[in-house]
C-alpha cells in the first residue's frame, strides 16, 4: 500500500493538483475507487472531506448509497433529479454542484483506457482525461488501476458500495464486452492502449484534447501560468494574466506601474478599450500589428478592461519599454 500512496503523490505533485495539506472535497459514489480515494488523500495529509449526489435513479439502492457515503466516508449528501438524463447528463449535474471547491474523482488508469476506447471510436481520437478538468475537477487516482483501488480497500478493511447500474452504461459495455475481447488478442491491451497516451509524452493531455475537439472555441490551462487557445482552425499559446505589481517582464517587454489592481494578459477576442467602444482588434489593426503577433501583445487590464496597450495606447501610470 505504501507504493500506492507514493505513486499518488508523486503524481499529484507532478500536476500541481492539490497543494500541500490543502482541503479536497472527493466526489464519492460509495465505490472501491472513490472509497479509495477519500482514503488515500487523507492519510497522505490533505484535508478531505465527501460530497455524495443522489440521482434517485435506483430507488432504494440509490438512497442505500447516500447513507452509506453519508454514515462511513462523512459526505454531505445533495439530492438532485436525473430523470430522463444521459450519462453526460448525469456526469454535468454532478459537477455542477459545489463549483466553488477543489473537487477530485476516483478515476483510475481503468476509467482511462475505457476513456480511450470510447473517444478513439466516436472521434477517432485517442485522447484521455487530463490530471485537471476544463472544470478544475482533479483525478489524482489516475496512476492506479482499478484492481488496485479494490485491494487498497480490502486491505485497510473498507467497505465500499458496487453500482449495479454500470452495466448498462457505455462505460460497462466497454469494461465488460469490448475490452475483454481485447484482451484476448492480446493480454496487454489495457497497458497498450494506456500508452497511446504515452506516445504523445511531449504535449499535454489538455492540448491534446484541445486539438482533437470538434472545430470550435476554447481554452485550457497547461499550468505554469499558460493557456492554449483556439479559435475554430487557429490555436496560440498565450500567458495567463500576471498582477502587474511594480515591474514584470512579457516576452520582450518591460512593463511596470505602480497602480493597484493591474494585471496584464494577452489580447482575447471581443477585447475593447477602457471606457470606449474601440476594439482592441482594430487598434491592431491600424498600429498594422500582423495578426501573427496579436496573440503574444501584452495588454495591461483592470477587471476586463484594456487600460493600456504597451507601444500603442499608452496610460498616463503604465511605463512600458519593448527590450
Same mark, same amino acid.
Given at each position: 500500500m505504501e507504493d500506492l500512496h507514493d505513486r499518488v503523490e508523486r503524481f499529484v505533485r507532478e500536476h500541481d493538483l492539490i497543494e500541500p495539506g490543502d482541503d479536497v472535497t472527493c466526489l464519492v459514489s460509495g465505490g472501491a475507487d472513490s472509497t479509495c480515494l477519500w482514503h488515500l488523500l487523507d492519510s497522505l495529509g490533505y484535508r478531505v472531506s465527501a460530497l455524495h449526489v443522489n440521482h434517485r435513479l435506483r430507488g432504494a439502492e440509490s438512497d442505500e448509497d447516500a447513507r452509506f457515503c453519508a454514515q462511513v466516508l462523512g459526505a454531505e449528501v445533495v439530492e438532485l433529479d436525473g430523470r430522463g438524463l444521459s450519462e453526460a447528463g448525469l456526469r454535468e449535474q454532478r459537477r455542477s454542484v459545489s463549483r466553488d471547491r477543489l473537487r !477530485?474523482?476516483?478515476?483510475? $488508469?481503468?476509467?482511462?483506457?475505457?476513456?480511450? #476506447?470510447?473517444? *478513439?471510436?466516436?472521434?477517432? !481520437?485517442?485522447?484521455?482525461? $487530463?490530471?485537471?478538468?476544463?472544470?478544475?475537477? #482533479?483525478?489524482? *487516482?489516475?496512476?492506479?488501476?482499478?484492481?488496485?483501488?479494490?485491494?487498497?480497500?480490502?486491505?485497510?478493511?473498507?467497505?465500499?458500495?458496487?453500482?449495479?447500474?454500470?452495466a448498462d452504461t457505455k462505460r460497462g459495455l466497454i469494461r465488460e464486452e469490448i475490452l475483454p475481447l481485447l484482451r484476448r488478442l492480446h493480454p496487454a491491451a489495457d497497458e497498450n492502449l494506456l500508452q497511446a497516451l504515452d506516445s504523445r509524452e511531449t504535449m499535454p493531455p489538455a492540448l491534446a484534447e484541445l486539438l482533437a475537439a470538434p472545430v470550435g472555441s476554447k481554452r485550457v490551462d497547461l499550468g505554469g501560468g499558460l493557456q492554449a487557445v483556439r479559435e475554430h482552425e487557429r490555436l496560440w499559446l498565450e500567458q495567463g494574466p500576471v498582477d502587474l505589481a511594480g515591474e514584470i517582464h512579457w516576452g520582450d517587454w518591460t512593463i511596470r506601474s505602480e497602480l493597484a489592481g493591474l494585471r496584464v494578459r494577452g489580447w482575447r477576442p471581443g477585447d475593447r478599450l477602457a471606457g470606449r467602444r474601440r476594439k482592441i482588434q482594430d487598434v491592431f489593426v491600424d498600429a498594422k500589428v500582423p495578426r501573427s503577433e496579436r496573440e503574444a501583445w501584452p495588454l495591461v487590464v483592470r477587471g476586463d478592461e484594456v487600460v493600456a496597450v504597451p507601444g500603442i495606447v499608452e496610460h498616463p501610470e503604465v511605463h512600458a519599454v519593448r527590450n
Open positions: !477530485a474523482t476516483g478515476h483510475t $488508469a481503468s476509467d482511462q483506457v475505457e476513456t480511450i #476506447v470510447y473517444r *478513439l471510436v466516436s472521434r477517432g !481520437a485517442a485522447t484521455g482525461m $487530463a490530471p485537471r478538468s476544463d472544470d478544475g475537477v #482533479v483525478h489524482p *487516482l489516475l496512476p492506479l488501476w482499478r484492481e488496485e483501488t479494490e485491494k487498497y480497500c480490502r486491505a485497510a478493511d473498507l467497505e465500499f458500495r458496487v453500482d449495479s447500474s454500470n
